[in-house]
């Protein structure tokens, strides 16, 4: 496997932050257990369901739908029964509760910041730009990109969505 | 000039919604009266000014710091008095006041919503793939890109911060 | 004209609660105040419009955008001089502000209980007919009709939007 | 049965969030869990009951009231005791608190989006064909259909309300 | 007139205070000021319109909708042009803005404080009596009565639902 | 005993709310058990005390202290033992944290909405009336009563409180 | 007059924050301006109606309603016209509203902060000592004392209320 | 012991409200429970220890921070095995969570209230009597006092703080 | 005067935000405008007035109290009428009402950030160094230091209180 | 040891409050502990760790990430197997759920006071010394300071961060 595959002692794979679960689906505990025995990062995991590592985290959060095909590959990757997994996903996702608003952590706060300095400024850029209508936070894709310069590394963050 | 730099009947300029105003620095009104004078779309003003349209539209809703080169550049450009603007937007900008959490317009609300759903996913990935630390809200750019395809427009955000 | 298109002393035209004003764009008053003084309905400014009434009150609320049709036939109608309409209607409307969360007005808390008390049910029942996925509230039509028996006056709300 | 009573792997039937069941009555975690065992969607149970799909879930939620009819049916359909379902069953249902406000999933977002930015207009429509009074949110009935045509598939809620 | 009917020094008639006139109809600051110059006590001003002085009261309040021959009584008895009274009190109430909740007036927050503690106890109790369902803040009248014995004064408020 | 003091398949006995149990004392759990199994409606315990049902009903919910007979009788009709009893109403109260403000149940609503579109209305009346001062919300008797007439039944509760 | 009852340069008089005004009656700025200009502290204003301080200050915030007495003597002590006082506070006062919950003034906050701490502490010995019951915050009198040792000067606050 | 040393059936002393005991540290159960078995009221536990009976409620509540020798006192008063007492008190106090701001508690909120009518009044004479500066909550002293006259009781509450 | 005692256009000294200043007493409007005439930075007139800069900007911002030693250098270095400077920081600070809790602006956020995440670090370090007790916030001097090594410049806060 | 390493009857070492552990990692409880049982002091585990008794404390807490050498010494000295230390800080921490904003206990509010009543302060300074930007919350290190002379003990609290 490829190194940002695997964790190391001091690069560990993400975890549950255990008094975030009560407030997640039972798969989120089921699947982060599992992915923490075998050691895998979400690229790894991405790379195995041929989906965006992003949208993958995104599912072990219980914000986003399997389908029976993710559903069966996780299965066998990180070896949980089937049948488990199956009763475990197949709940509605009733997304968004896991997360405080605004947000206490650091690295979640900056997302929210960039949206409120910069929300009327993307709204009137879009207006401009589209006219009347909003983005859809549905029919949307999301990937998280490292690009690294002299200066030091940079999280390249890109949203797309239907307008 | 090009089409997408002038307002029409249907498509007009963006201004600065009158119960915002008192939210905002002077300068924002001074900015948008003069923008919507001259009907320029942020695109035009941004070219003007060799910046991109995002970080103008943000330093007319005083969430950015004008330097003594764009004050001059929108001096000319809106034709308000040099002096006048440099006034107004000699103050250090106090941001992040104009927008309510969570906010009540379905744009604005998609945005937050998106960091609503995905900020632990975002977290889980970057953690993997950067270690501990968190991404600038400082250091960072930004844009709004339109693509089109047989389904519709879509509208790209790129997000792009030193770790 | 029908008499359901002109206000008489009991049953006065709705016209716009002057606390309410200063949350909403200057349109709302200068719209507000002209239907005022021709006495007229929802209804018949729908029926000049050829609009559904609802979305004829959302835009006298700021919460829709008119087109230049619709400014056309509201300045003659209205008798506003069109310019002044085009200029107050040109903003891209900033939606949502109007309305407090959770509304104290009995009418207005009423909507919100139905959705209180019948949202979990809604999802699931959706979700059940429609899959995974959401029902859009911006490509979305909706219309308030008045159905009379034995018992007395009903009201019923129709909400159309696409899965 | 019909296709659309029961569940299949990739459209599975709606079930009980985990962490909801602790701000429900008991009553909804017995129903849930025989209605998963047996593998029944909404349709098939109000089609069994004789009610409408939404009542039928509104009830599931503990947001309505059973009647013995109610009780006797769903004991049967379901393979519950039926004196085990008397007794869950025969609380005074404490609407409403299953749901925060505003909502975080996006689904139930939608649902109260309409309400905020139409609530004025509705209300003022109202007024205007009913004169002053409310909408009744108990005397009330509500579905949820499906409408399909080239663009895809449409929700339709109906609310009607005793004025 | 008698002696409850009119305002002494130390025991003035019932005012507007100017901090609450903003979150109330122009209708308000309308009906108190001509109060005021009266010196009528709202007991007076019922009797003269045949209508209960809370009525009379929450009418002033804009809680409530007057009728074509509320507002000529009130002209007559408070000396204000017919026409002004009828435009003002033409709109349709906008009911429950003028309080804070919870409120910090010491006899607002008594009254409070009464649905606070007893709030179960009532509902427990009305089910019993009445079965599922809701008492009526619509189909709704109050009063407030003095009554006295040697203990002192006590005030004694009735609420009378349709359920 | 009478018809109104047992309860029915139809017409059960208040029953204490699961999700509700852990916000109030021990002692609520103990006595909505016992009066379950009793089958006694609130009506049938307050005439075996000699006290009014809602100052039982506020009794079982911890809102109110038990006096020494008042735990004799409750333990004699109940069958509960007289010891356990003493122990667990043996707290003093702290009252009023059993109800969200503003509550979500649509009955525990309108009683707020009541007192939040009537507060300034009681509040003027009262100070014409009495002076300034408040009405005790402790030196206070209420009651709940069932009236009924041609159109159907009206509850009408009393609030009696030392000026 | 004795050193303590007027200002000096590097000890004023207190007077009224005009951030703090437009949340109080026309009265408190009369008053405020008035006492400002006799340069006169509420010590002094005190002796002069025979009144302790405190209570003349709570008057002066509109907390406390004055008596004919109270205003003829305040009109003459601060050369008021009587007929401006006795329409200013005539009005029944609508208290508490001045202050914010939790209070962001230090030393407001820390009167707060004891009541925060202490809390439980008083209600279990009030308990104990009075039984069930609550302290009057109406039938209640409450002074400031200053008191001197060789570690400084104390403040002693002495509040005494009806059971 | 004296009679307000224990307490009786229908004088009871004060215990630990079951639903506050997980936001106290361990000790304030421990010592709740041993004060019930014991029957002792704060008055004699004050009495045992030499120190006012508030400031001992203030540590049953985790409030205050317990000295070698209170632990060493209580330990032997309550039949409490001192390791157990000075593991459990051994903690840093983590203050002022157990209250809700507001309190719900009519008793809890009195004191509140007089603070949040009160706050300005006491501020500007304090201001006046001791220049710029706060009153400690630290170097603070407080007492409870229980006076009676023809009235009836008076509760009297006495705050001295450092200036 | 020395280079960091003078505004410049693209550093200019700090003014006040037209949106914080009906936060703000009169006096702040008044030092502000002065301030930014004579283009002096809070270095400069710390120095003039012999006190650290950030105590200057606090007295500018209306949370600390001018000596009358301070009063008389203002007026002179900023040439205000001294009897205009004495009547309007005559008012005893009403504190930290200028700032939102949480902050929006991202430097104000900063530090509370800062607070919130070390908050217990800090706490239990302070009661091992120092036992039980707290940090004045009154006895308490801070300033602001610039420190630059080849990374780039630090910003040194040093917070120091009495315990 | 030194004194200051070890916990004394009267000083004891900090640990975790119980209410407050399930708001932690896992971690927080295992170190907090065996820091007990060891009976050390902060600073005795900043001196074995070679860093900062803050930095350590924050670790404690869940605020900062371990490294691999941190873990190392942490097990040693505090006798944790290291194999659990791993699992337990392997987790991205999640910071700042912590603590209550504004938080309730006097000490913690202390620090927030002084940032509310300093924050627009250090703003205007910062700006003034170094131009638009923000003082970062991550490059930053902080420490806690003891001082005495003859008036008693002062905190001293450095906080530096990069520009």
């Given at each position: 496997?490829?190194?940002?595959?695997?964790?190391?002692?001091?690069?560990?794979?993400?975890?549950?932050?255990?008094?975030?679960?009560?407030?997640?689906?039972?798969?989120?505990?089921?699947?982060?257990?599992?992915?923490?025995?075998?050691?895998?990062?979400?690229?790894?995991?991405?790379?195995?369901?041929?989906?965006?590592?992003?949208?993958?985290?995104a599912l072990f959060y219980g914000?986003?739908?399997?389908?029976?095909?993710?559903?069966?590959?996780?299965?066998?990757?990180?070896?949980?029964?089937?049948?488990?997994?199956?009763?475990?996903?197949?709940?509605?996702?009733?997304?968004?509760?896991?997360?405080?608003?605004?947000?206490?952590?650091?690295?979640?706060?900056?997302?929210?910041?960039?949206?409120?300095?910069?929300?009327?400024?993307?709204?009137?850029?879009?207006?401009?730009?589209?006219?009347?209508?909003?983005?859809?936070?549905?029919?949307?894709?999301?990937?998280?990109?490292?690009?690294?310069?002299?200066?030091?590394?940079?999280?390249?963050i890109t949203l797309r969505g239907?307008?």
């Amino acid at each position: 496997m490829s190194p940002s595959n695997i964790g190391t002692p001091d690069h560990p794979v993400a975890t549950l932050d255990a008094s975030l679960a009560p407030r997640l689906p039972t798969s989120s505990t089921t699947l982060f257990t599992a992915k923490k025995a075998k050691n895998l990062t979400f690229q790894a995991i991405g790379e195995a369901l041929g989906r965006d590592e992003v949208a993958v985290a995104a599912l072990f959060y219980g914000q986003a739908k399997a389908t029976s095909a993710d559903i069966g590959a996780l299965a066998e990757l990180l070896e949980i029964p089937q049948e488990q997994l199956e009763a475990e996903l197949g709940e509605w996702p009733d997304r968004g509760r896991s997360i405080d608003l605004p947000p206490k952590d650091p690295l979640l706060y900056r997302l929210f910041e960039i949206m409120q300095n910069y929300g009327y400024a993307y709204k009137a850029v879009m207006n401009e730009k589209f006219g009347d209508g909003i983005m859809s936070a549905i029919a949307f894709s999301t990937k998280v990109e490292k690009e690294s310069d002299e200066v030091g590394d940079w999280v390249k963050i890109t949203l797309r969505g239907k307008w």
